[in-house]
C-alpha cells in the first residue's frame, strides 16, 4: 500500500436516503437500505460507482483505504448552532424530512451526516498529523451549499467548515484556503467563512445554476473578510479551456498570494459534460489537470497538505472516470483506465470565438482582486 494517500469511504455514507420511504413492505432506516433509484439526484450511484471503478481498477489498494468516526457534536458546535442541530436529529429520528431548500432527507441521516462531516474532518486530520500526504474524503450527503442555520441543496451539514474549524482547534492550523469546483456556487462556505481573513474561499462555478440565478463575482467577502472571497462565475458551455484560464488568472495567483498551511478541495464532479444538473463541458482530463495545479500549489506552499472532499456530480457513469482520475493523480498512480468519454467530451469543447469570450470575462475579474 502507497500511504501517500488516503481514502476515506464509509459504506454507510451511501445509505442516506432524499427520499424515505419503504424497501418493498420494510420501512427505510437503521439496517434497511434505501431501494435503488428513489429519491432525488443526488443519489449514492455516482459515488458507489465511482468506489467501485477504483476496487476494479486496482486503485483502491494503492491507497490508504479507510473509513473514519463520525464528527462529534463539539465539532459540530463550532459551526452550527444547537437549535438546528436539535431540530434535525429530531426529524431524522422521526423518519425524515426537510429543513431548509431543497435538501430532504430520511430516517437517520443525522448520523449519516454526522459521519460524511466526519471523513472531511479526519482527513484533515490524517494530512495534518503527517499519516498522509494528502486524503480525499468521500462525503455524502455533500456540504458545500449548507448554512449554519440552514440545510441546502442536498448538504445537510457544512462538512468542510466542521473540518477546517476541528483542526484549528486540534492542530493549530491557521490559515486554509478553500477551492471549490463543483459546479454549482459553494456559498455554505462563503457565507460561513465571509468576514473572515484567516480562510480564503474561492467558488468556480456555472454563473446562474445554483443557488439558481446567483453570480457572485462582486462578493469578495466583508469587514476583515474583506478580499477573502473570490467566485468565478463561468459561463454555461464552458469547458477545460475556461478552467484552465480561470486558474491561470484567478485562482493560482489568489492561493499563492495567500499562503495557505492547507489547502481543501471541494469538489464536484458535476461540471462534467453530461451532468444532468449544469451545462459545463469538462472531462477526465480537466480533473486531472485542476488535481494537478492544486499538488502544486500545496507543495509550494505546506509540503503538499491537500485535502479534497467530495461534493457534487449526478452523472452516473461519467463521474466515476473524472473521480478515478483525481485520485489517481493525488495517489501518483496510473492503472491504464481508459476513459470511455474523453475523446467526446474533448470534441465537444466551445469554438475559439466562445473561449476568447470567456477569457475576455475573466481578464475583467484579474483586477477586482488586484491579481
Ligand atoms: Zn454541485
Not at 437503521?30 to 476496487?55: N, T
Not at 448538504?155 to 477546517?164: D, E, F, M, T
Not at 494537478?292 to 509550494?300: I, W
Request: hydrophobic share 45%; aromatic share 8%.
Amino acid at each position: 500500500m502507497n500511504t501517500q494517500t488516503a481514502f476515506f469511504h464509509d459504506e454507510k455514507c451511501l445509505w442516506h436516503s432524499t427520499a424515505g420511504g419503504f424497501a418493498l413492505i420494510a420501512p427505510v432506516g437503521g439496517w434497511v437500505q434505501p431501494p435503488a433509484g428513489a429519491g432525488l439526484a443526488e443519489s449514492p450511484e455516482s459515488k458507489r460507482r465511482m468506489v467501485s471503478l477504483m476496487q476494479v481498477s486496482g486503485l483502491a489498494g494503492k491507497v490508504d483505504f479507510r473509513s473514519a468516526p463520525m464528527a462529534t457534536e463539539e465539532d459540530l458546535l463550532r459551526i452550527h448552532p444547537q437549535s438546528y442541530l436539535e431540530r434535525f436529529k429530531a426529524l431524522s429520528d422521526a423518519g425524515g424530512g426537510e429543513l431548509g431548500d431543497f435538501a430532504p432527507f430520511g430516517p437517520g441521516s443525522y448520523e449519516i451526516a454526522k459521519l460524511s462531516a466526519g471523513m472531511a474532518l479526519h482527513a484533515v486530520d490524517s494530512v495534518l498529523a503527517g499519516r498522509n500526504r494528502n486524503a480525499y474524503a468521500m462525503s455524502r450527503p455533500p456540504g458545500h451549499h449548507c448554512l449554519a442555520e440552514m440545510a441546502m441543496g442536498f448538504c445537510l451539514l457544512a462538512n468542510i467548515p466542521i473540518a477546517i474549524e476541528a483542526a484549528r482547534q486540534r492542530q493549530g492550523v491557521q490559515r486554509v484556503a478553500v477551492l471549490d469546483w463543483d459546479v454549482h456556487h459553494g456559498n455554505g462556505t462563503q457565507s460561513i467563512f465571509y468576514g473572515r481573513n484567516d480562510v480564503l474561499t474561492i467558488s468556480m462555478h456555472q454563473e446562474g445554476c445554483f443557488p439558481p440565478g446567483y453570480s457572485g463575482a462582486d462578493d469578495r467577502g466583508a469587514g476583515e473578510g474583506l478580499g477573502f472571497n473570490i467566485n468565478v462565475p463561468l459561463l454555461p458551455g464552458g469547458g477545460h479551456d475556461a478552467y484552465a484560464y480561470a486558474m491561470e488568472r484567478i485562482v493560482i495567483p489568489a492561493i499563492d498570494r495567500f499562503r495557505p498551511e492547507l489547502i481543501i478541495v471541494a469538489s464536484g464532479f458535476d461540471a462534467n459534460g453530461v451532468d444532468p444538473l449544469a451545462r459545463m463541458l469538462l472531462h477526465s482530463d480537466s480533473y486531472r489537470m485542476l488535481t494537478q495545479q492544486a499538488m502544486a500549489m500545496a507543495d509550494r506552499h505546506c509540503e503538499g497538505k491537500l485535502v479534497v472532499v467530495h461534493e457534487g456530480g449526478y452523472a452516473e457513469a461519467a463521474v466515476p472516470f473524472c473521480g478515478h482520475a483525481v485520485v489517481e493523480t493525488l495517489a501518483a498512480e496510473s492503472l491504464g483506465v481508459e476513459d470511455p468519454f474523453l475523446e467526446l467530451f474533448q470534441a465537444w469543447q466551445p469554438n475559439p470565438r466562445f473561449a476568447a469570450f470567456q477569457r475576455g470575462l475573466i481578464d475583467e475579474m484579474v483586477s477586482l482582486h488586484g491579481l
